[in-house]
């Protein structure tokens, strides 16, 4: 989006989830046909092209969820974020660890301490590390898009510290805030199935969102079905 005034006038984004409806959807021409496509965690694209396109031009992660990921899909094919010369890095910073890795990502170093301590960020990001292959979003940001646009009613219990909308929610959030059009891809959608319970994470409610702003015409959600 740094490029805006020399891009087109109406910047077109394709928000891609890591949702199972996109399995045998064919929609990855339609998604890297945009002008910009976010990708989050476990951004999968090698073999699955024709589902969910393979164009990243940023990639949104926490240190935490990055690690998860790359635990949890490494049989599938994980084994990095994407690398192009089109990606950018986008930390959602939730500890000091999202910190401590763009450092070291920014001086070329091994993370100094912490829990990710003697890691060097190309093992992540590959060898080229310019200053502007990285973004942070600030927390105030995250936290305005908790307070007027996911306020849960977890925030009334005792788990309210644990809270936090997901890394998906806010990289689509992000994209609304940006781009003049938004077409999210892999979200959750009404006909979900049974979806692992995050205590941190309020799934239904950021459900509810996306569809009031699919009705709204501020956002087009693919659902599975014909013409979406």
Same mark, same amino acid.
């Given at each position: 989006?740094?490029?805006?005034?020399?891009?087109?006038?109406?910047?077109?984004?394709?928000?891609?989830?890591?949702?199972?409806?996109?399995?045998?959807?064919?929609? =990855?021409?339609?998604?890297?046909?945009?002008?910009?496509?976010?990708?989050?965690?476990?951004?999968?694209?090698?073999? $699955? /092209?024709?589902?969910?396109?393979?164009?990243? !031009? $940023?990639?949104?992660?926490?240190?935490?969820?990055?690690?998860?990921?790359?635990? !949890?899909?490494? &049989?599938?094919?994980?084994?990095?974020?994407?690398?192009?010369?089109?990606?950018?890095?986008?930390?959602?910073?939730?500890? *000091?660890?999202?910190? #401590?890795?763009?450092?070291?990502?920014?001086?070329?170093?091994?993370?100094?301490? =912490?829990?990710?301590?003697?890691?060097?960020?190309?093992?992540?990001?590959?060898?080229?590390?310019?200053?502007?292959?990285?973004? @942070?979003?600030?927390?105030? $940001?995250?936290?305005?898009?908790?307070?007027?646009?996911?306020? !849960? *009613?977890?925030? &009334?219990?005792?788990?309210? +510290?644990?809270?936090?909308?997901?890394?998906? &929610?806010? @990289?689509?959030?992000?994209?609304?805030?940006?781009?003049? %059009?938004?077409?999210?891809?892999?979200? @959750?959608?009404?006909?979900?199935? %049974?979806? +692992?319970?995050?205590?941190?994470?309020?799934?239904?409610?950021?459900?509810? #969102?996306? +569809?009031?702003?699919?009705?709204? =015409?501020? #956002?087009? #959600?693919?659902?599975?079905? /014909?013409?979406?």
């Amino acid at each position: 989006v740094d490029s805006r005034q020399a891009a087109a006038p109406c910047v077109r984004c394709a928000v891609v989830g890591n949702g199972g409806i996109l399995n045998g959807s064919r929609a =990855g021409a339609a998604i890297d046909a945009h002008h910009l496509v976010f990708r989050v965690n476990g951004a999968i694209t090698a073999g $699955f /092209e024709g589902d969910v396109g393979n164009r990243t !031009s $940023f990639y949104v992660f926490s240190t935490n969820t990055l690690v998860n990921a790359l635990g !949890s899909y490494a &049989a599938d094919g994980f084994k990095h974020p994407p690398r192009s010369p089109e990606t950018r890095y986008v930390f959602l910073p939730d500890h *000091d660890r999202d910190y #401590l890795l763009l450092r070291a990502a920014l001086t070329h170093q091994r993370v100094d301490r =912490g829990r990710d301590k003697g890691v060097w960020p190309q093992e992540f990001f590959g060898e080229d590390l310019r200053a502007d292959k990285f973004r @942070m979003l600030h927390p105030d $940001f995250i936290r305005y898009l908790r307070n007027r646009f996911l306020r !849960s *009613d977890i925030l &009334a219990t005792p788990l309210w +510290q644990l809270y936090r909308p997901s890394t998906g &929610a806010v @990289m689509l959030l992000a994209a609304i805030h940006t781009c003049d %059009e938004v077409s999210a891809f892999g979200f @959750m959608t009404p006909g979900y199935r %049974e979806v +692992q319970f995050y205590v941190n994470h309020d799934l239904k409610l950021e459900m509810r #969102l996306w +569809q009031r702003l699919q009705r709204s =015409g501020l #956002l087009r #959600l693919y659902t599975g079905t /014909e013409g979406t």
